[in-house]
């Protein structure tokens, strides 16, 4: 099953513990938020509380708006990202009206530096 599920009894995580990003308690499992507030406060980073995971999941659902997925796509995505569609698409997306002036501005500077062959097609 891999070297994770292995290793659970060597470092004292108990077999009860379904989870499979378990802690050592019979029923807990590791707090990602902690876990990335953690790492960000070692990282030693000069705005950490710019580094969240509300702040990425965002940041990940306003990227995801450039490749213009379909709407099963975008449920995959909310889905992985543990929520449901319409949280997605009503929280953490961008207006259509900011992705179009994203894009919009992305082609322009393309034009103006001289590169718009490049992207024919």
């Known amino acids: 099953m891999g070297a994770l599920f292995n290793t659970r009894n060597a470092v004292g995580i108990p077999e009860k513990n379904t ?3 378990a802690s ?3 029923d807990g499992y590791l707090n990602s938020w902690q876990a990335l507030r953690a790492v960000v406060e070692s990282a030693g980073i000069e705005n950490p509380e710019s ?3 509300t702040r990425l999941r965002k940041y990940i659902a306003t990227v995801c708006q450039l490749f213009d997925l379909k709407e099963v796509e975008m449920e995959w995505l909310a889905n992985h990202m543990g929520h449901e569609l319409n949280i997605h698409s009503d ?3 961008l ?3 900011t992705v179009e002036i994203a894009k919009v501005s992305r082609m322009l ?3 103006d530096a001289g590169q718009a062959r490049r992207y024919t097609g």
Do not use: A, G, Q
């Open 109 to 111: 500077m393309t034009i």
């Open 19 to 21: 989870y499979f990003f």
């Open 51 to 53: 580094i969240s995971s």
């Open 24 to 26: 050592k308690s019979v």
């Open 95 to 97: 207006h259509e009206s």
């Open 91 to 93: 929280f953490y997306r």
